[in-house]
């Protein structure tokens, strides 16, 4: 059985760092497209960029790039997504989602994220 | 970016009637080498992830009921629920993967009249 479990809730300040993960299992990991999905609160879906953890290919949305990292790790079947300095506007839940072997649709969805940023 | 316009924003429809959501992108996203549409189709309830119904444009998801059905070609695509069920309550999105970024619609919720 496919599964992506997200890892928990975060409350941070405006400047801290996060990182948070995507435990997949159930399938081969590094043979699937895994991304990221935003949305922000009372909002839609926004594709924040994918990765191919074979080779670490990654593809960002150009309103993403530059303000987040993508990063998988196949010893451990995760897949990451970090921030250097946190923004209040980045309060949102992150969605991370495998695509199917072929096209990159979205088949499987982690629980979500929350992320909390307040002073 | 392509950009994904669905319509409408929101709609009420009676249980067991049709509910069409219309979604057009800002430029063709087939490919006549392979003959495909790269546009998916996902169901979002309240507080749940979304959820996968319809990819290729026309191609149901395992376990998606068959009242659940998309059409269309080159930028105008069209999801269709025959008869709308009270689980169906949901908001709806479309999505292109022809080219990065991936982009979703702004979505489409769907309410009981």
């Known amino acids: 059985e496919v599964q992506l479990v997200q890892s928990g809730a975060e409350v941070k300040k405006p400047g801290e760092s996060l990182k948070i993960s995507c435990k997949a299992s159930?399938?081969?990991?590094?043979?699937?497209?895994i991304g990221w999905v935003r949305q922000m609160p009372g909002k839609g879906l926004e594709w924040m960029g994918i990765i191919y953890p074979y080779d670490s290919d990654t593809r960002y949305s150009p309103s993403f790039e530059g303000q987040v990292t993508i990063s998988a790790d196949e010893s451990t079947t995760t897949a990451h997504l970090q921030w250097r300095s946190l923004q209040a506007s980045d309060t949102a839940i992150y969605y991370c989602a495998r695509t199917q072997m072929e096209g990159n649709a979205f088949d499987f969805w982690g629980q979500g994220t929350k992320i909390t940023v307040s002073s | 970016d392509i950009v994904m316009t669905q319509s409408p924003d929101s709609l009420a429809v009676s249980l067991g009637e049709r509910v069409t959501i219309n979604c057009k992108s800002s430029?063709?996203?087939?490919?006549?080498?392979?003959?495909?549409?790269?546009v998916a189709w996902y169901q979002q309830k309240p507080g749940r992830p979304p959820k996968l119904l319809i990819y290729w444009a026309s191609t149901r998801d395992s376990g998606v009921p068959d009242r659940f059905s998309g059409s269309g070609s080159g930028t105008d695509f069209t999801l269709t629920i025959s008869s709308l069920q009270a689980g169906d309550v949901a908001f709806y999105y479309c999505?292109?993967?022809?080219?990065?970024?991936?982009?979703f619609g702004q979505g489409t919720r769907v309410e009981i009249k």
């Open positions: 999505q292109q993967y022809h080219t990065s970024p991936h982009t």
């Open positions: 159930g399938y081969s990991f590094s043979s699937y497209w």
């Open positions: 430029q063709s996203v087939s490919y006549s080498s392979t003959n495909k549409n790269y």
